[in-house]
């Protein structure tokens, strides 16, 4: 069994909530999406992420998860949102619950390839996030991003 499938069976049917970490990478006005490998959200297309270990900062986390995933190194940004995913199985008990932090990053380095725990990775225009059948609250996650990353650029100027 692989490390991610192990920590992914670890995680189901927990006893407290696991913090992770998400990252809205922009890059020329566009969003990095991966298609998840294994569960929760096995074959859907979302942001990537992944959990924090003990003794590591959100931040560290983020960089390394990124780096971990999709071979971008990246410069992390402001917090967009930080929420509960909670998934419930048939018989209505938790079989995953983490708190999640999603922060704004941008890349600075690095060659873009699925690895890890992803199957594909992809920078998608914000106009076409709809293919990507993303979550309600990764797509709400996106459009704050894009706004804070305008802000930023404004800021730069």
């Known amino acids: 069994m692989t490390e991610s499938v192990q920590a992914a069976d670890r995680r189901r049917y927990p006893d407290r909530p696991f913090v992770g970490?998400?990252?809205?990478?922009?890059?020329?006005?566009?969003?990095?999406?991966?298609?998840?490998?294994?569960e929760p959200l096995a074959g859907q297309w979302s942001l990537p992420g992944g959990a924090v270990e003990v003794g590591e900062?959100?931040?560290?986390?983020?960089?390394?998860?990124?780096?971990e995933e999709t071979g971008l190194e990246v410069r992390v940004g402001p917090v967009?949102?930080?929420?509960?995913?909670?998934?419930?199985?048939?018989?209505?008990?938790?079989?995953?619950?983490?708190?999640?932090?999603?922060?704004?990053?941008?890349?600075t380095g690095g060659t873009l390839c699925a690895s890890s725990d992803v199957a594909e990775v992809r920078f998608a225009d914000p106009h076409d996030l709809f293919q990507y059948d993303l979550t309600m609250k990764a797509t709400s996650v996106v459009e704050r991003a894009l706004e804070l990353d305008r802000q930023a650029q404004?800021?730069?100027s």
Not at 21 to 32: F, P
Not at 83 to 107: K, N, Q, S
């Open 57 to 67: 900062t959100l931040e560290a986390c983020l960089v390394r998860e990124m780096l």
């Open 80 to 107: 967009i949102e930080v929420f509960d995913r909670i998934t419930h199985d048939a018989e209505g008990r938790v079989m995953y619950h983490f708190v999640l932090v999603d922060y704004l990053c941008w890349p």
């Open 154 to 156: 404004g800021v730069r």
């Open 21 to 38: 970490v998400g990252a809205v990478i922009v890059q020329d006005g566009k969003v990095l999406l991966v298609k998840r490998r294994f």
